[in-house]
């Protein structure tokens, strides 16, 4: 027999962006404790609104599953005497497991036999677990900011206000942060009464429906891209798909009412970011684009509630958004009044962060960097002024009426009024693609200016949060170092600029102490910047699909010269897969194994006599110097090849002669010969490391 099982938590309104890992939290560990309590069920459901957290077990078995273990005792020769006699550690271990001497039974363990004991353990009754259970998940599930209430220590999203809990028809009764569970529920804030009767766990979803819930946020999503798509289409117009913003709104309502809103046509000369950010992101609206892609006249807005009075909504909506627009248009006439450059002054007076100095100091430093990286990269002329150029406006933004009341178009507004001001398209471009990426999944610049003040940006905060001591630990990131990181390892990738980042750590480094900022010591914080950024790497190199030994074995050389240690990676993870790569990396094990704990010493020719040995250096020396060549040039497949023709003689020379011999300077020597042998097997990465 079997029943289902609902908890419903009831909560005020909990913040959207809490609700997906709670519903994955829920689903965990409800299964995991369900199969330690030995309790089947058909399905698990998760439901969640912003007032509720509710877990459904179709089809929950009624008893555990009875218990059968086998437990080991003694030896048999310490369980029984020379007559067969069950001795005192028998009859004890027979005691202690509940069960009778005479049941006791031998079974080997290694070929060693022991006695063991058969118990049964009877399966307790459903119910009788429940409130344990239920009690455990609710107390299990964790939160990024969670609130204590009342007198209370217990910590949830929101003060819980109800708690339903039912198997089959019965209450589960227990008590928790002073409430007694029942089988009372609530609807929709406005639209139902104060309480809700379930008669059943099965009848959870529909009971509630009644009540102008719709507990499956699935069921919720799919009611609004179906009302958004009609509502769209109405005025020839469609939504683009916008997960982020629709998974918010899923998580922000319990019954779903698309409305259609009007922009008013004065606003729509404004540029479309503009008018699309106060509606994404302040007032989470569904712009509305023609088929091909230009901004209509239109928003979309998920209301939660019916579709009573749906006319006074609408005009509440826009009434909203005229005001931000219209403060938008303002903004926009004003900040125009002044050309772009004549900003940056103002930016001395911005504090960027109290031990770093101000906006206008880090505009200086943006500017130093991105001039030592355009000319590590050979840039000179007009390629560099573009640059500079593009450094010394990329910050002007922050200060104008725009982005300091709508801080997400930094960026996007100062490429505007660049255009505006008569600067360069280069500069413009390269002043809005500066910040990117901004987040995961976000497009990478695609200019040259672009390119090379996002990596200077990016760098500057994070050698000046090193320096200052603050950097990422555990999930904790405040100042996003590992987004930027991300950042600058994805530019210098796509655009396959091959720089030493010590380098440029050094030189972002020198350009703080130049300003008089007073940072940690450079040898502090290079050794903990050169492993952030190689951490940054192995994550991409996953993310990749290459093996983490591959990635390990590349890194393990040094990670200065990202596109090398890409190349090396993908080089070995490309070889290690081949037949001939065995005898290759055995031929470099043992070569690695004997001179890893002894002195480098340098190879004397003149001591060479064996014909292997003589055989294996000319073969080095034949291909040195086009392997060399390969290595510079980062063709490690060239590098590999030139490097596995010497596999045969290096086999030749271990069944030739002894390596560890008693004459000191034979056994440098022929170390030394195995040493050049190691320098060129681990072309593709420190291989002894290889799982």
């Excluded at 204590?148 to 928790?176: H, K, M, Q, S, Y």
């Excluded at 609004?224 to 798909?241: F, H, M, R, S």
């Excluded at 600067?423 to 390269?430: A, L, R, S, T």
Aim: hydrophobic fraction near 40%.
């Amino acid at each position: 027999m079997a029943n289902d099982f609902l908890l419903e938590i009831g909560t005020e309104e909990i913040p959207a962006k809490f609700s997906p890992g709670a519903m994955k939290q829920i689903e965990e560990q409800a299964s995991k404790r369900l199969a330690e309590l030995r309790l089947n069920y058909k399905e698990l459901q998760v439901y969640v609104t912003p007032r509720r957290l509710a877990l459904l077990v179709r089809e929950l078995q009624e008893k555990q599953e009875d218990l059968l273990t086998e437990v080991k005792g003694p030896a048999v020769k310490a369980a029984y005497d020379t007559n067969g006699s069950p001795t005192k550690a028998a009859q004890g271990f027979a005691k202690g497991q509940g069960v009778a001497v005479e049941d006791l039974f031998v079974q080997e363990v290694n070929a060693v036999p022991y006695v063991f004991a058969r118990k049964s353990e009877m399966g307790v009754g459903t119910p009788a677990l429940l409130p344990q259970f239920a009690q455990d998940l609710i107390q299990a599930l964790h939160f990024p900011k969670p609130m204590r209430w009342g007198d209370l220590d217990f910590r949830f999203a929101r003060p819980i206000r109800w708690i339903a809990a039912l198997f089959g028809t019965d209450v589960v009764n227990f008590e928790l942060v002073g409430l007694k569970s029942g089988r009372s529920s609530r609807g929709h804030r406005t639209l139902a009464g104060d309480e809700v009767v379930i008669g059943k766990a099965s009848d959870y979803p529909e009971t509630l429906r009644k009540a102008y819930v719709i507990v499956d946020p699935k069921e919720r999503k799919e009611a609004i891209q179906t009302q958004i798509k009609a509502l769209a289409e109405n005025v020839g117009g469609e939504v683009p798909d916008d997960e982020e913003l629709l998974e918010e709104v899923i998580h922000i309502v319990e019954y779903p009412t698309a409305l259609l809103g009007e922009v008013a046509a004065k606003y729509m000369h404004l540029p479309e970011a503009v008018i699309t950010t106060p509606m994404r992101e302040h007032q989470r609206y569904f712009p509305v684009r023609s088929n091909d892609g230009k901004l209509l006249p239109y928003f979309i807005t998920v209301r939660n509630g019916d579709a009573f009075a749906l006319d006074i909504v609408k005009a509440g909506n826009e009434k909203v958004l005229k005001a931000r627009l219209e403060d938008a248009a303002f903004y926009y006439r004003e900040d125009q009044k002044i050309p772009l450059s004549e900003l940056v002054a103002k930016l001395g007076k911005v504090v960027y962060h109290e031990k770093l100095g101000t906006v206008e100091q880090r505009v200086d430093r943006l500017r130093k960097v991105s001039r030592f990286i355009a000319e590590m990269l050979g840039f000179e002329g007009l390629r560099k002024e573009e640059i500079d150029r593009t450094a010394f406006l990329a910050k002007a933004d922050l200060v104008t009426l725009m982005v300091s009341d709508f801080p997400e178009l930094q960026g996007i507004m100062g490429a505007d009024y660049a255009r505006a001001s008569g600067e360069k398209p280069e500069v413009c471009q390269g002043i809005y693609e500066h910040y990117q990426p901004r987040f995961a999944g976000d497009g990478l610049p695609v200019s040259e200016a672009g390119r090379v003040v996002s990596i200077a940006d990016k760098l500057d905060a994070i050698v000046g949060a090193f320096g200052i001591g603050i950097q990422p630990t555990g999930s904790q990131d405040p100042y996003a170092l590992r987004r930027q990181a991300q950042g600058i390892v994805a530019i210098l990738l796509d655009s396959g600029w091959d720089f030493s980042l010590t380098e440029l750590l050094k030189e972002a480094y020198r350009v703080f102490e130049e300003q008089g900022t007073s940072l940690l010591p450079i040898d502090n914080i290079l050794l903990l910047l050169q492993d952030f950024f190689q951490q940054r790497l192995r994550f991409v190199l996953l993310e990749q699909g290459l093996r983490y030994d591959t990635v390990d074995a590349a890194l393990a050389q040094g990670g200065d010269l990202l596109n090398r240690v890409v190349k090396k990676a993908r080089t070995l993870s490309e070889k290690r897969t081949e037949e001939a790569f065995i005898p290759y990396s055995q031929a470099y094990t043992r070569c690695f194994n004997l001179t890893k704990k002894e002195p480098v010493q340098d190879l004397r020719v003149s001591l060479l006599a064996d014909e292997s040995e003589l055989a294996l250096e000319k073969g080095i020396a034949l291909r040195k110097e086009r392997f060399e060549k390969a290595q510079a040039e980062g063709t490690f497949e060239e590098a590999y090849k030139l490097a596995g023709e010497l596999v045969p003689l290096i086999e030749a020379l271990f069944q030739a002669v002894m390596i560890m011999v008693e004459d000191v300077d034979l056994k440098n020597n022929r170390l030394a010969l195995l040493g050049e042998c190691v320098k060129m097997l681990g072309c593709i990465g420190e291989l002894s490391i290889l799982a």
